[in-house]
């Protein structure tokens, strides 16, 4: 009976939800005759998902390459599906932003601790001859990890370090966007002139970085942090889970793509170019860069020291 009981309750609460709908409950439940079960397969879109990958040569390796690189940007989703909701977030309260920061480390941890599969998953030969075709592509191309850069920290945090006193909250996003870092990083050394690889990325995404930037002005999680209360920008556990977010994002991912670039493209007799033109070996190091999403949280010492303490413990055994 009270089996019944509940189904009934169940159905007058569902004549509730779609009155305004203009059907009535039993063509809602019509639909649901009619609908086919779903499976996984179905569910997660598995045999597309499994069609995605198309590589542009025959060489093996080529294919771990490109589902490496999918797997990535699936991260990177997951990561600004966190960043989101905080930036989002009207409650400023502390738990809620600390499970988000906790969640976004744990997924930068999975990136950091796979990237071996990059490292030692693939011989050197094949690499160096299926990047040919690839030109001029390049990891570079990444938006889904200049947004996670946008939502994390103002603009002015993220201008190149060699310029970055010259410029603050004052100056207009889109003179702030000209000067973010990491255009240097595909830009001629000798002539200054742009890469083609920079040139793409530009034309395809430069209007919705912008409008991002516009958007999350103000509200960054760096700003959302700040805006909290004293005590709850003393909590010790929410500002170990920043500097872990900022270790992560800015020197420990950084270095494990430096750590790969020297295993495929370092030469005795100099370096191969990267596919995208990209000046890799003055673009990837952090303490070079030196990008800090919360600067507030750090001492003197420890900003002046940015990147280099953590190059011999993650980088050299990579070298090996």
Known sequence: MKKKEQIESQILKL????????????SYLDGLLYQRYLTYWDYIHLDTLL??????????????FIMYHQITELYFKLILHEQKQIV?????EVNFFLEKVTRINSYYKALISSFGIMIKGMEREQFL????????ASGFQSAQYRMIELYATPLENLVHHSERNDFSVANGIDELYEHIYWKKGATDLVTGEKTLTLKQFEYRYTPR?????????GITIYEKYQNLTEEARSNKTLKEALKALDMNANVNWPLMHMGSAYR?????????DATGGTNWKEYLPPSFQKV???PEIYSK??????????????????KK
């Open 15 to 26: 004549e509730e939800k779609y009155k305004d709908s203009g059907q009535d409950l039993s």
């Open 51 to 64: 069609s995605l990958q198309v590589p542009r040569t025959h060489f093996p390796d080529e294919e771990i």
């Open 88 to 92: 989002d977030d009207k409650s400023q």
């Open 129 to 136: 001859q299926y990047r040919m075709a690839l030109l001029p």
């Open 209 to 217: 970085l912008i409008r991002i930037a516009n958007d999350v002005r």
């Open 264 to 272: 495929y493209l370092d030469r005795e007799n100099g370096a191969v």
């Open 292 to 294: 800090i999403f919360f």
């Open 301 to 318: 010492e420890e900003l002046n020291n940015w990147g280099k303490q953590w190059v011999d413990h993650i980088f050299n055994p990579l």
